[in-house]
């Protein structure tokens, strides 16, 4: 059994960073796609980026030149370092997971989530 777990959210003000992290446990993710997903009030999960096994990056245009993702491969861990942040950019920060190649940018391509974890941004 896989389970992802997040931390790092909080509340923040405009312009300032946080880190998000995830960590993967029960099976090794070497060879894994892993994407980070944020659902806003009354809105629909939406997809903010993505890293597979060989480090390879793809963010959403809205956090391009913000947000940047990187993993630990010894330590199954996944992070997403959010600069400039934006009240925009406030929701639910969740982590996902999946075996396979490629980047995935869609929900049903991934197959392990995170509970989430709120990041608040105030103007």
């Known amino acids: 059994q896989v389970q992802l777990t997040e931390s790092g959210g909080g509340s923040v003000q405009a312009g300032d960073s946080l880190r998000l992290s995830c960590a993967a446990s029960g099976r090794s993710f070497s060879y894994s796609v892993m994407g980070w997903f944020r659902q806003a009030p009354g809105k629909e999960r939406d997809f903010v980026g993505v890293?597979?096994?060989?480090?390879?990056?793809y963010l959403a245009n809205s956090v391009k030149g913000r947000f940047t993702i990187s993993r630990d491969y010894a330590k199954n861990t996944m992070d997403l370092q959010m600069n400039s942040l934006k009240p925009e950019d406030t929701g639910v920060y969740y982590c996902?997971?999946?075996?396979?190649?490629?980047?995935?940018?869609?929900?049903?391509?991934?197959?392990?989530w995170g509970q989430g974890t709120q990041v608040t941004v105030s103007s």
């Open positions: 890293i597979n096994w060989s480090g390879e990056t």
């Open positions: 996902a997971a999946a075996y396979g190649s490629g980047l995935f940018l869609k929900e049903n391509e991934y197959a392990y």
